[in-house]
């Protein structure tokens, strides 16, 4: 401590020269403002210790957080040396070379991209995907998955009645229909005086809710993107008949089993609505289950959690982060380190602790990683089958047209699904067309 | 009427200005002139000009390594050409006709009133001009709060009053109520504004035009629609004005309330404009958007201001 | 005037239209109430359902607009030391620890030089230009004056690519100079015109006589000028700043790290899972105060600045 203060004050003395070499000591470090944020300031403090460096963190919320990075990587910003970035904006931010390219780094270091469960590599790191050029670490592996009131489903008069009604037991759904006849059966029930509503789900119109939302369901009947991939022949894929009862499916259960003016919901809302114990379940991120099971008034025996049901296959949304370094940084080596400390099995395994979704294989294949938290069986679950966005250099053109194509016919009412999903192949093909891809 | 403050200048006596010590008055007015018109130059006007520029290609601020090409009229003509562009103009002409509405019609009743000049009118004006402090942005993102269905104020304060249950309606979603509750929100939020403008009006007029109406026995009602009016008229037309041009480049209060949602109920042209430039980044695309609005906006002001120069003459 | 004049209103009228406008300020004072009584409110107590009228006051939301907090393992929670400060024990109560402060207190500071540095910029050029104007035999004046109103109605939207792609080249991206200058040229329109009608209000034979005196152009401006201008400049100054304050479109598209100010960060507060509303209304209402203050003090003069100092008395 001592001996820090007196750099200190030599370093002010010397002004300019001190100046300059107490920047090259600094790290920022940017990503998303929510729960394992906080996680990663906490973890980040033996990294300080063991190297010097001293860390800096600049944090957006959600719905911010896209516009304000992109903008910053666009206009060539030096605030981050280190960008935990969606994974949507890596084909972006490798083909303007916003972020660095990691090959030569992880073969000198031996950082072995094995070593991570492989949907998060791809996911991830890599573009074009599946190609071994690697633009991050993957760091916070994500999905969208699912919590119930646990207290409410096992109450035996409620049971009872269920059991009446469907002719089956209450309990965590298979599948989506499922998931909908349980909603629709606790929506409008009075619990403990108080009406309450089957499940809140994403429908937020500004950033990416809806589409992350109804594409839980549009995966689950068995959507894709393409016929061919790479081809960009969405005819066929994107409006097939099963994506157009998958959606018609979405908006059942926004009609028939969420709150009222839930109409604008991402995960701030959903987790309002499960917290104020105005629905039964609810969607949402796993990273945030940590901190949902920690909660004193609906966590912890009352809460428990299920992974995205299948319909015609077992498919969850995926979300999650890797860990890039910005190439426009002033302290290449620095974040290196950072980079090279982070990917650690040790470190991953305390990130797990904490309460981060690690993605190395030492945390995950560890046979006692289920019984870890009540969620991480799930967890293991859903990353086996996630699917992710388009991560074109375009994503964000493209996932705009969805969410108002989404909008548009879940919540305002407007049209069919089939016309909604014609009508997104139109705006995507005229996207790709000016990308000169079609 | 005359420039006064032409004719005055005109009739500065030059000998005084010659006696001055130090720099001539030439020489000072450049001096004092010259900053204002430098700043206006560097961060209106030349940006302005580059804007053009840039709406005749197809430039991606977002993709420095790409060649920009010359399109001509192209991406104009995309834009006047798309449907999904005119109805977003049609939903901020119908926000900026309603608010300005409302705004008016409450803006002058109130100011009307408070002319009373009743006991305590002072302190009242200044807690009404309270809304119109608050930054947009907040404003926006708390009304999200006010408008929840099941823990918001509005909906609460609604089912005491009516006995309609709070959770059976929602003001930000479906059932058509967004693109008023936009305009309540704005009407809440400026109103004040109107208010004063129109109380500078009405405490403009002198008592003896009064005087004399009722010495020539005309009613109140007589004297409200031939006296008060036309005199308040100018004031009004300006509030109008400053209110109409903010409101067409309305964006933060709207955007954190609806995000332009439910569907495109209330996307208004300068949130779509935001979004091709800065979420699309169609750079050139989006310049000649921002060209087709910057000339409806003068184009219609221009038109405004002439009106209201011929109503001050009268 | 007697009090009787026949254009004072009756008593009657004047009570009606008194309790009209008191009708009229209670509602429209409901939702800012809402606001800062929010503040008080527990995180439980803010969205409860149905909303709750009366509450037990709680400084959470302060707390929480000036703190990150962080959640620790059970058994670590347990180990802690007691709480030592007030602030640090409410948020022990909701199963956290202080993780540091937030970024609250920054880009408030960023909105004060921000906002107060592009007032006093705007007002001390729009001054100089004013009184160029009002007493100099400027050529194509007229012109020049038109001009200068007229970038007030551009749409910020129409030159935002472009001062964008400028900022990033010129590296004034993120940096309070470049806010201050931003916030300045949309502001100088308006301050030149207002302070144009003030200073043109100000008798010439003043500083006619100061200039007989021996005094010179720019002594006259500062010492005669200047003085009697000072109500002028205040009003024109609240709406200067009540513009600069809350700015949001130019602050969320050019700021970030460094220079943000406070209305892009205070709608993004955001706790443990779901939007602070107590910490998102105690900063709404710590933002309001300055401008409030500032407004309540020069409200006198608010109703001339607000027309361009058209009303003469």
């Known amino acids: 401590m001592k001996a820090r203060l007196l750099a200190a004050t030599s370093a002010a003395a010397l002004s300019v020269a001190g100046m300059a070499s107490a920047q090259e000591n600094e790290l920022t470090l940017c990503w998303a403002a929510w729960d394992p944020a906080n996680a990663l300031v906490e973890l980040s403090k033996d990294f300080e210790t063991q190297s010097g460096i001293k860390m800096n963190f600049e944090f957006v919320p959600w719905p911010n957080f896209a516009d304000r990075m992109l903008n910053e990587l666009n206009s060539g910003g030096q605030l981050c040396d280190l960008l935990i970035g969606d994974s949507q904006w890596i084909g972006g931010s490798a083909e303007n070379g916003h972020y660095v390219k990691l090959n030569d780094f992880f073969d000198a270091e031996g950082i072995s991209m094995d070593d991570f469960a492989p949907a998060t590599v791809r996911a991830y790191s890599t573009w074009p995907k599946g190609e071994p050029n690697y633009y991050a670490l993957p760091a916070m592996g994500d999905a969208n998955g699912w919590f119930y009131r646990k207290d409410w489903f096992a109450r035996p008069e409620i049971q009872a009645e269920f059991k009446e009604k469907y002719g089956r037991d209450l309990a965590e759904p298979k599948t989506q229909k499922e998931l909908l006849e349980i909603a629709q059966f606790f929506q409008g029930r009075e619990i403990d005086g108080q009406t309450v509503y089957g499940a809140s789900i994403f429908t937020e119109r500004g950033s990416e809710g809806i589409t992350m939302g109804a594409t839980g369901a549009l995966y689950a009947w068995g959507f894709k993107y393409e016929n061919t991939p790479g081809k960009y022949d969405m005819e066929g894929a994107v409006n097939s008949p099963e994506a157009v009862e998958a959606l018609e499916f979405y908006k059942e259960l926004y009609k028939t089993a969420t709150p009222p003016g839930y109409d604008n919901a991402y995960m701030e809302q959903s987790l309002d609505a499960f917290k104020s114990g105005q629905v039964a379940m609810a969607m949402n991120w796993f990273a945030f289950f940590p901190g949902l099971y920690a909660d004193p008034n609906t966590g912890g025996d009352k809460i428990d959690f299920f992974v995205n049901p299948a319909q015609n296959v077992a498919a969850s949304t995926l979300g999650g982060q890797g860990i890039s370094v910005v190439s426009y940084t002033d302290n290449m080596d620095g974040a290196l380190a950072y980079i090279k400390w982070f990917a650690q099995p040790d470190v991953q395994k305390k990130w797990w602790s904490m309460g981060g979704y690690s993605c190395h294989k030492a945390v995950l294949e560890d046979p006692d990683f289920v019984n870890t938290a009540p969620f991480a069986g799930d967890f293991l679950e859903a990353m086996g089958g996630v699917q992710d966005f388009w991560q074109e250099p375009a994503y964000a053109s493209l996932l705009l047209a969805m969410q108002e194509r989404l909008h548009n016919y879940v919540v305002a009412d407007q049209g069919t699904a089939q016309e909604a999903l014609d009508g997104l192949i139109a705006d995507w093909t005229e996207v790709f067309e000016d990308e000169g891809k079609l | 009427m005359p420039d006064p403050v032409a004719v005055i200048a005109s009739a500065t006596p030059d000998p005084i200005a010659r006696k001055v010590r130090g720099l001539s008055d030439r020489a000072i007015a450049w001096l004092f002139v010259a900053p204002t018109i430098f700043l206006l130059l560097a961060i209106n006007i030349f940006p302005l000009i580059w804007t053009v520029r840039l709406s005749f290609t197809n430039y991606r601020a977002n993709r420095p390594n790409e060649e920009v090409e010359w399109v001509g009229l192209r991406n104009y003509i995309r834009i006047l050409t798309d449907d999904g562009i005119w109805a977003n103009m049609q939903t901020t002409a119908h926000f900026l006709f309603w608010t300005l509405f409302f705004q008016v019609l409450l803006g002058f009743t109130l100011a009307w009133l408070i002319n009373r000049k009743f006991k305590g009118n002072d302190l009242l004006t200044t807690l009404i001009v309270l809304p119109m402090m608050l930054s947009p942005a907040v404003v926006g993102n708390f009304w999200t709060f006010l408008y929840q269905p099941q823990i918001g104020l509005v909906n609460y304060m609604v089912e005491l009053l009516t006995g309609t249950p709070a959770s059976s309606f929602s003001m930000l979603g479906a059932g058509g109520y967004a693109k008023w509750s936009i305009i309540i929100v704005d009407t809440w939020m400026w109103t004040p504004f109107v208010m004063l403008i129109c109380l500078a009006g009405l405490r403009s007029i002198p008592d003896y035009i009064y005087e004399a109406a009722e010495i020539d026995r005309a009613s109140k009602w007589r004297q409200f629609w031939t006296i008060t009016i036309p005199m308040v008229l100018p004031f009004l037309m300006l509030a109008v004005l400053f209110r109409g041009i903010e409101n067409f480049k309305m964006f933060d209060m709207v955007v954190l309330l609806t995000g332009g949602g439910p569907g495109n109920e209330t996307l208004l042209a300068s949130i779509d404009l935001k979004r091709e430039a800065f979420e699309k980044w169609r750079t050139g695309y989006s310049s000649a958007y921002a060209i087709i609005l910057f000339v409806t906006v003068f184009g219609l002001a221009s038109i405004y201001v002439k009106a209201l120069n011929k109503v001050k003459e009268r | ?313």
């Open chain 3, 1 to 313: 005037m007697t009090a009787y004049s026949i254009t004072e209103p009756t008593p009657r009228s004047k009570l009606i239209a008194g309790l009209l406008v008191v009708l009229y300020t209670i509602v429209t004072l409901l939702p800012l109430v809402w606001i800062i009584s929010t503040g008080f409110k527990s995180g439980p107590d803010s969205i409860s359902y149905p909303p709750k009228v009366l509450f037990e006051p709680s400084l959470e939301g302060y707390v929480n607009l000036f703190t990150t907090r962080t959640r620790v393992a059970a058994e670590e929670f347990q180990n802690l030391p007691p709480a030592e400060t007030w602030y640090d024990e409410i948020v022990r109560d909701s199963g956290m620890v202080i993780a540091g402060p937030s970024r609250f207190g920054e880009r408030f500071l960023n909105s004060v030089i921000i906002g107060f540095g592009s007032t006093f910029l705007s007002i001390f050029l729009g001054t100089l230009a004013a009184y160029a104007f009002s007493r100099f035999k400027v050529p194509l004046k007229d012109d020049l004056l038109f001009f200068i109103l007229s970038t007030r109605m551009m749409p910020p939207i129409a030159v935002a690519i472009p001062i964008y792609l400028m900022y990033r080249e010129l590296g004034l991206s993120d940096t309070h100079l470049g806010m201050i200058l931003l916030y300045t040229a949309v502001n100088i329109s308006l301050a030149v015109w207002l302070l144009k009608g003030f200073i043109d209000e100000i008798p010439r034979e003043y500083e006619e006589a100061a200039l007989i005196d021996g005094y010179t152009r720019f002594q006259a401006f500062r010492k005669v000028v200047l003085p009697q201008a000072a109500t002028g400049i205040a009003s024109t100054a609240i709406f200067c700043l009540i513009f600069a304050w809350n700015e949001y479109a130019f602050a969320v598209l050019l700021t970030s790290g460094t220079a943000q100010t406070a209305p892009p960060f205070i709608p993004t507060i955001i706790g443990v899972g779901g939007q602070d509303w107590p910490a998102v209304a105690a900063g709404a209402t710590i933002f309001l105060l300055p401008v409030m203050i500032f407004t309540i003090l020069l409200r006198k003069h608010l109703l001339r600045g607000i027309t361009f100092g058209a009303v003469r008395k």
